[in-house]
């Protein structure tokens, strides 16, 4: 079993700044990639940010040079800083991991809510 803990969330105002991490524990042989993804109210999830093993990253467009997605490997976590918010980035942010395995599996966090107002 695979256990994903996002943590960083809160209340911030526009302009300010926020770090979420994400921590994958259990049994763990190899993550391909780890990333974030959020939903507002009344809207679909969407893409925020994803990593590869390899450093790759992908970034959506409505958050490209504010947020940075990196990863720690041996801590297998995962970090999302998110500079010069605005409140349409209030969202709740969720945690996707997944596993180098055939065929790939995928494990989601409980999310994290984020409030950007003033």
């Known amino acids: 079993q695979v256990q994903v803990l996002e943590s960083g969330g809160g209340l911030v105002q526009p302009g300010g700044s926020l770090r979420l991490s994400c921590a994958a524990s259990?049994?763990?042989?190899?993550?391909?990639?780890m990333g974030w993804y959020r939903q507002a109210p009344g809207k679909q999830r969407e893409l925020v940010a994803t990593?590869?093993?390899?450093?790759?990253?992908d970034y959506a467009d409505s958050i490209k040079g504010r947020f940075s997605i990196s990863r720690d490997n041996a801590k297998k976590t995962v970090y999302l800083q998110m500079n010069s918010l605005k409140p349409e980035d209030t969202a709740v942010y969720y945690c996707?991991?997944?596993?180098?395995?055939?065929?790939?599996?995928?494990?989601w966090g409980q999310g994290t809510q984020v409030t950007v107002s003033s």
């Open positions: 259990g049994t763990i042989f190899s993550i391909y990639a």
């Open positions: 990593i590869t093993s390899t450093d790759d990253t």
């Open positions: 996707n991991v997944q596993l180098r395995t055939i065929p790939s599996r995928a494990y």
